[in-house]
Every structure is written in structure tokens, then in C-alpha cells.
């Protein structure tokens, strides 16, 4: 005696041993035994041998017409041998009862499936419907078929080039489009971006990290709506200054702006004066919801995508030669000591008289101008004098508190792309890379004076009652990282109580919202809690934060790695064919007059901060790598400490691009799907 039996699904069939109430003990035809529950038994036969059967069962199924089938089939529930007696005849042995098994069992679409051998047919609404699903499926893996073909033949299908930066980055892994690329890949034996590469699908490497960018963060376009920006209704005392403001030439957002006046009184009044578009720009306006949904200005060589749109941005830019609304700080000290003695907020309207440009001052406004070792020959000398002063004050009061100096070893750099300026650039452009030392006279006025502002700001609106956007950092200690939060907390890293981000509302979307609560301290003093808009544990604010931080990463990622593709493009048009470098670690070297970090096999033994001379081997914008190797050891180890603080930061990322595509997913993207069931002797 015989049994056919079914084993999740699979169906085997092997000799009866014995029986008992619940279960059999069944040997199959490879001699292992098993133990069936009695339920899972489909059929009991004396012949043919299980293996035979299960072949001519299999054979058989395959040539039963399904639709025929159906039409035989009992309406109320019935079993596989009531179908096999309509369909062949009243006499149906075991292989045709194990055909109409096997058939029933693969083609759920036409039979539900009860159990225990049980079916009942599907009504012919839904067999209508599962058969154009299934010729649907047979479409789409043609269709996918016929991409991967075309792919693997060097040519890019529309409809693939037009979801490229959604298949690589965030695909619909069940999307033909995704699957045609995995499987031309698979069968071309070719990485996913040099499949599509040479297919035609990436034309310009710059138009590619541009347009994924633009994918991942702007989907909807970078176009603003119809805005206009609205007027500041309260009339403005005018300050009693001429304020100046210091910034790079292209910088058309010009948030913040100094004065100074008293000097040779004893008594110098220092003037932070902050562009204040919070006057005018209430929570959840039209504006407002922009600026939410961008969060900060996008940064990069030749362009930017601003918060605001450039109407708004210029109603409320500090520009030369008017007078401007502002939110100002002003902070009384000692003209001898620098002692502070008081400060104070106003809202006003403040005369800008100059916008002075790093680019066009820095070898100009030097140390020596400033302390009068040399003739100081530029505007607003006598002011810019005394700030720096100052400046050099408040920062090594700040290093007291930090417990070490900063150390600013190591040079920003300016991009100048050549072409319009007015219009978006294509990657082609020629590019001029140049220094600018961080910790410059003027870059240190601006950056102490912002941060005299911040934390001043930042503690006053806590006396106040009111919550604002914090930032902080709990010491110094290796990978102890900055964090936002509402609550005032010391930043181990600018050695201040406190410190928020305030001073640049045209550009960031926290310092409108912290411009928000000043501007309630400044109108309702120690009542203000009640009148901003923002109240203790809001959970806005929290929102506003977590959305900053991501958007605020995303941008700065973005901004590095298209600086990147500028460094590597200045590096080919220079045809250059050597780097120095400085070791880092693990294989890693910074270049020593470029924005560059990059890997050289054989620099893993040479100590930190060795210098080297590297050969470079290749460069491929697509993956913004940099190849090279090493040419020669040029020195020694700096000595410790001398490599400046990169021991305390992080090292940027310079492997090849992170992709969502997963050649595995390739495995049934054009293979038939196998049926629900399968037999096996």
C-alpha cells in the first residue's frame, strides 16, 4: 500500500510502514522514513510505484484545461477525486486523481483551496480578474525582458533614464524599471552605476550629484510660489549709528552688521544689529510655511538655493545706503578693561553705511593695521580697530572656559566658477580654487561678535521664561557631538553658558524662529512668555529641530561632496599629476592645499601628520573618487600636536557612493513565478 501525502505545500508519496489512530509511518523511495499525520493524506494506492505515479500525475496535470475544468467543477465544495471523475471519467484511477491534485492545488485563482484535499471554484468575476493579473505579469516581464536587453546592449530606456535617482537611491524594488536594471547588471556582470553609465543613463557626473540632490530633497522643484513679502507695520526708532557689515562678495543674504560709537569716552557702546524679517514674517504666514519647508539656505560653488525668495530676501537684507529694520544688541563695556557693563535689546530701524567684503579687504585689514603697527588705509578703520580688539578678548576669555586654545591650522577655501554667475552651472565650468585662513582678522570679528550675540541672547531669553532653539555640547571629549535642544546648556566647544543660533534669519530657519521669541523679550520684558509663539515644551519646537537637523545634514553633505567634485575637477584642468598630502589615519591623507581627503595604499604604517608626495592614478567624478599612490615620503611626523586639532574631528567620507540597488533582488526578476506547489517523490 501506497499513500500521496502533502507536506506544506509539497506533496510526496512513498510506501505505508504502519498506521496508527493519528499518523503513518511512511517510507519513501530514498529509504528515509517519516511520520505523516493521518489529515495530510491525500490518497491511498496499491499501484503504480510512487515514483511512477508522481510522474504521470505531474505529466497529466500539466494538459488539464484549467477553463474546462472550472466549467466541471461542482458549484458547492467538492474534492479532487469528484473533479477527476468529471474531467476524465467515472473511473478515474490514482495518477488521474493525483493530476487533478497537483492541477487544482497550482491554480488558486481558479480553485480556493479548503484543505484537506477540499476546493471550491472562484466565481467567474474573480477568475476574470486573476487572468488579466497574470497577463498583466507576463507584459511586465517582457517588458522588463526587453529594458535589460536594451541596457546590457550599451542603450538606456526612457523610462529607466527618467527614474535613474529613484532606482539608485529610493527604488519601488518591485517597479519594472528597478528590476530590468538589477537583472542587465546581473547578466552584463557590471556594477549598477557602470551599467547605466555606459548605457547613456549619466551624461554629466555634475548633473548627476546635482539632480540627486535635487531628487532626495527637492522633489516637487526648487521654484517658490507667488509671494510677496509683507511690510513691517510698527514704526522704527532710527539707531543712532553707522553700521558696517562684513561679508564675502556674492553673499546677497546680509543678515547681521556691526557699529561701534563712543570711542575715546571711556566708555564704547558695540552694536550687533541683526536683519529682522520676525518683525514682519509671523508663524505659519505664506512666508513662514517656505521657509519651514526649506529650513536653510543651500550652499555650493557658482549657486545656492536660498530660504526666501530673492524679493523677501532683499525687503529685509541689511544693503548699504538705507535704513534698515533690525533686532540689535547692544553691549556696553570699559574701553580699557573691555569689561561689559551692561547690554541691551532694541528693535529699530538701523542706517547701514558700508558693506564691507572679506574678498576684497582681507590683505588689506591686517593684524598690523588693526594694532596700529602699520597705516590703516580703509573705511571704518578706527571702528574695525577696536572690534578686533575685542574680538581677540572674547576669544581667549572663551579658551579659559574651553580649557585649550582653538587652533585654526588649517585654511577655508573659496570656489570661483567662471561663466554667468546669473545662471546654474553645468559642471564644465572653469574653477579657481583659493585659500582664506580661518581665524583672518575679520573672519574673527564677524565670528566672535555673532557668538557674543548668540549666548547673550540665548540667556536673556531664558531669564525671561521663554523657550528658544539651543545648541550645546557636554565637553571636548572625542565623539561627544553637538545637539539642539530647547533649554539653555553649556557648548564645551565655544566656551560659552549658552549658546543659540540667532543671527542669521535670512538663512537659517532656526534663527527666525529664536528672532521670534527675542522679539517677544524685547517688547514684553519678563511678561514675554505669555506673547511668543512659542511656549515651554512646545512640541512645534521640537518638530521645527528634528526636521532642521535632517534637512541642515543633508545640505552640508551635499555642499562637501559637490565641493569635492570642484576639487577633483581644478585637480584635471590643472593636469595635475602629483599631491602633497599629510597622513591621517587608516590610510588616509588630507591634502595640504586643497579641500581633500583621500586614500593612499601604503601611508597605513607612516605616522600622523607625515608628510607625502602621491602619484595620482585616476579620477572619476561619478563616484568622487581620487586614486592615487604613494610617490614619496617627504618628512617626518609634525610633532604632537602641531596637526592641529584633527584628532577631534570626524573624517569625511571618501568611499564611492552608497546605492539602494541590491543585485540579489535580481534572483525571479524575469523568471516565471513557480507554482504555489510542487510534488517530489
Known amino acids: 500500500m501506497y499513500v500521496l501525502f502533502d507536506d506544506a505545500g509539497k506533496f510526496h508519496a512513498g510506501r505505508l510502514m504502519s498506521e496508527a489512530e493519528a499518523s503513518l509511518q511512511v517510507e519513501l523511495d530514498s529509504g528515509k522514513r517519516v511520520k505523516v ?60 486523481q493525483a493530476a487533478a491534485l497537483f492541477r487544482l492545488f497550482e491554480a488558486p485563482h481558479y480553485f480556493r483551496r479548503l484543505g484537506r484535499g477540499q476546493f471550491r471554484k472562484a466565481s467567474e468575476e474573480t477568475v476574470k480578474a486573476a487572468l488579466l493579473g497574470i497577463e498583466r505579469k507576463k507584459q511586465v516581464a517582457a517588458q522588463i525582458e526587453a529594458w535589460a536587453g536594451e541596457l546590457v546592449a550599451g542603450q538606456c530606456p526612457g523610462p529607466v533614464r527618467e527614474q535613474l535617482y529613484k532606482i539608485l537611491f ?35 557626473a555634475y548633473q548627476f550629484h546635482w539632480k540627486r540632490f535635487l531628487f ?30 562684513i561679508d564675502d ?52 560653488p557658482g549657486w545656492k538655493l536660498t530660504m526666501l525668495p530673492e524679493a523677501v530676501v532683499q525687503t529685509y537684507t541689511l544693503d548699504e545706503g ?26 529699530e530701524s538701523v542706517p547701514i553705511a558700508a558693506n564691507l567684503r572679506h574678498d576684497q579687504l582681507d590683505e588689506v585689514v591686517t593684524e598690523a593695521s588693526l594694532t596700529g603697527e602699520a597705516v590703516a588705509e580703509y573705511p571704518f578703520s578706527a571702528e574695525l580697530a577696536f572690534s578686533f580688539r575685542l574680538a581677540r578678548h572674547l576669544k581667549a576669555a572663551r579658551e579659559v572656559v574651553r580649557g585649550k586654545p582653538e587652533n585654526f591650522n588649517r585654511p577655508d577655501y573659496n570656489f570661483r566658477l567662471g561663466g554667468d554667475r546669473s545662471v546654474e552651472p553645468d559642471g564644465s565650468e572653469a574653477v579657481t580654487i583659493s585659500e582664506r585662513r580661518r581665524g583672518a582678522p575679520l573672519d574673527l570679528i564677524v565670528s566672535e561678535a555673532m557668538i557674543l550675540a548668540n549666548s547673550t541672547w540665548g540667556g536673556w531669553i531664558a531669564e525671561c521664561g521663554v523657550p528658544g532653539i539651543y545648541r550645546s555640547q557636554a565637553s571636548l571629549a572625542p565623539g561627544v557631538k553637538v ?25 537659517r530657519y532656526v534663527d527666525l524662529v529664536n528672532q521670534w521669541q527675542i522679539i517677544a523679550c524685547a517688547r514684553h520684558g519678563r511678561t514675554a512668555a505669555l506673547a511668543a509663539p512659542f511656549r515651554p515644551k512646545d512640541a512645534a519646537l521640537f518638530a521645527i529641530i528634528s526636521g532642521f537637523d535632517t534637512a541642515y545634514a543633508a545640505y552640508n553633505d551635499f555642499q562637501h561632496g559637490i565641493e569635492r567634485y570642484w576639487t577633483l575637477r581644478w585637480l584635471e584642468q590643472q593636469g595635475a599629476a602629483e599631491i602633497e598630502a599629510a597622513v591621517m589615519k587608516d590610510g588616509l591623507v588630507r591634502a595640504e592645499s586643497l579641500p581633500l581627503v583621500f586614500r593612499v595604499p601604503g601611508s ?5 601628520g607625515a608628510r607625502l608626495r602621491a602619484r595620482i592614478t585616476g579620477i572619476d567624478l561619478l563616484t568622487l573618487d581620487l586614486h592615487a599612490v ?49 510534488a517530489a517523490a
Not at 545637539?483 to 538663512?507: E, I, K
Open 249 to 300: 562678495s556674492l553673499t546677497t543674504e546680509i543678515d547681521d552688521a556691526l557699529s561701534v560709537t563712543g570711542l575715546g569716552s571711556g566708555e564704547v557702546v558695540f552694536g550687533i544689529h541683526i536683519a529682522a524679517p520676525g518683525l514682519a514674517v509671523l508663524p505659519d504666514s505664506p512666508v513662514d510655511k517656505v521657509a519651514r519647508e526649506r529650513l536653510s539656505t543651500v550652499y555650493m
Open 604 to 608: 597605513e604604517s607612516l605616522p600622523r
Open 170 to 204: 529610493k527604488p519601488d524594488k518591485n517597479a519594472p524599471e528597478y528590476k530590468a536594471v538589477v537583472e542587465a547588471a546581473r547578466r552584463a556582470q557590471r556594477a549598477p552605476l557602470d551599467l547605466l553609465k555606459g548605457a547613456g543613463a549619466i551624461d554629466s
Open 483 to 507: 545637539r539642539m535642544g530647547t533649554r539653555p546648556a553649556p557648548h564645551a566647544g565655544m566656551g560659552v553658558a549658552q549658546y543659540t543660533w540667532a543671527t542669521s534669519p535670512l538663512r
Open 37 to 96: 499525520k493521518a489529515a495530510n493524506v491525500m490518497l491511498r494506492f496499491e499501484k503504480p510505484q510512487p515514483a511512477e505515479l508522481i510522474r504521470g500525475a505531474q505529466a497529466m496535470a500539466a494538459e488539464i484545461d484549467l477553463d474546462l475544468a472550472w466549467e466541471f467543477a461542482p458549484e458547492d465544495e467538492f474534492g479532487f477525486a469528484d473533479l477527476a471523475r468529471e474531467y476524465f471519467d467515472a473511473a478515474a484511477g490514482p495518477e488521474q
Open 630 to 678: 604613494l610617490a614619496a615620503r617627504i618628512d617626518e611626523a609634525l610633532p604632537a600636536g602641531e596637526d592641529g586639532e584633527d584628532a577631534d574631528e570626524e573624517t569625511p567620507a571618501t568611499g564611492p557612493l552608497t546605492l539602494a540597488i541590491d543585485l540579489n533582488d535580481g534572483d525571479a526578476a524575469v523568471a516565471p513565478a513557480p507554482p504555489p506547489g510542487h
Open 322 to 347: 538705507r535704513a534698515c529694520p533690525a533686532v540689535s544688541l547692544y553691549v556696553t563695556l570699559d574701553e580699557a578693561t573691555l569689561e561689559v557693563r551692561r547690554s541691551e535689546t532694541r528693535i
Open 216 to 245: 532626495e530633497q527637492f522633489p516637487h522643484g526648487t521654484g517658490f510660489p507667488a509671494l510677496t513679502a509683507p511690510q513691517i507695520k510698527d514704526s522704527l526708532p532710527l539707531a543712532p549709528v553707522q553700521a558696517f557689515s
